[in-house]
């Protein structure tokens, strides 16, 4: 229903229903019943008139908006799936130049790591695909899940602990964070030479905070991490989501990425 609607109904119903009982008691009831009985009836049917018109179009104005939030999180998803096929086509593009050009120079092991790379970077756009924030799997299932594809696929190891509530975040949040962890899994897979990673995700009513650390050659000092794609990505996702974020190499060497918020919003 409209706010035309809801305007006219909250602004007409309550003087029709109340100066209509007034006019039908003052022509034929009053007779019957004394001005006390009256007023007191009268007020009886104000109140019982206003709650039913209150409930309903709150009822109605709540569910408008329980609607307006899913169509923004379907939109969220869809953004979200937007960029992961233009970042798809990109690496694939560039990947196909590469294996083309090896192809020609006769360089056969550095051709077969270029179809190894298409290979990773198919499956885990088709795990993006197959498992988006709309499905019924917990976002705590579905990292998992994505980091079990991931190890099987790179034979790096994992430790994870995930410590997260059910519907701790809006799912605008989850596919931010979500991207996050894939970029940052996919930076070590690509760049880190690592054969162990550890991921500790925790959220509390008061904050959250996600730690990745591997055990690889760590942040390399002729590589500007500020012109990487990558990173970039990962740091506007973080100043989105409100929260702090540091990209540090670990005490035992390696990459630390540590994002972490203060206060939930």
């Known amino acids: 229903m409209s706010m035309r609607k809801y305007k006219l109904i909250t ?11 007034e006019y039908f008691r003052h022509e034929f009831l009053l007779d019957y019943l004394s001005m006390e009985a009256g007023n007191f009836y009268i007020t009886l049917l104000t109140l019982i008139l206003s709650y039913l018109v209150g409930t309903w179009m709150f009822k109605n104005v709540e569910q408008s908006n329980q ?23 990109d690496d694939l593009a560039q ?36 498992t988006s924030p709309e499905n019924a799997v917990s976002f705590s299932n579905r990292i998992l899940q994505w980091l079990q594809d991931w190890r099987l696929l790179t034979g790096v190891a994992i430790t994870s602990t995930i410590q ?3 519907r701790e975040f809006h799912t605008s ?4 964070l979500f991207g996050i962890i894939q970029e940052a899994f996919t930076n070590i897979r690509k760049h880190s030479k690592a ?3 550890t991921i500790t995700f925790q959220a509390i009513a008061e904050g959250w905070s996600l730690t990745i650390i591997d055990n690889g050659i760590g942040i390399q000092p002729k590589h500007d991490t500020t012109k990487q ?10 100043q989105e989501l409100g929260a702090k974020w540091e990209l540090t190499t670990a005490v035992e060497g390696g990459t630390k990425l540590h994002m972490y918020t203060d206060i939930r919003r």
């Open 173 to 176: 949040e989850e596919t931010q």
């Open 229 to 238: 794609y990558g990173i970039a990505m990962m740091r506007n996702r973080a």
């Open 95 to 130: 990947t196909l130049f590469f294996l083309n050009v090896k192809l020609k120079q006769g360089q056969i092991d550095e051709a077969r790591e270029a179809v190894s790379e298409i290979d990773n970077n198919l499956r885990q756009a088709i795990f993006n695909l197959r």
């Open 67 to 89: 609607e307006l939030v899913q169509e923004q999180a379907m939109r969220a998803v869809y953004e979200e799936r937007e960029r992961l096929a233009r970042e798809l086509h």
């Open 11 to 21: 602004i007409l119903l309550p003087p029709l229903l109340i100066g209509g009982f």
């Open 164 to 166: 997260i509530n059910e």
């Open 195 to 197: 054969t162990k990673a």
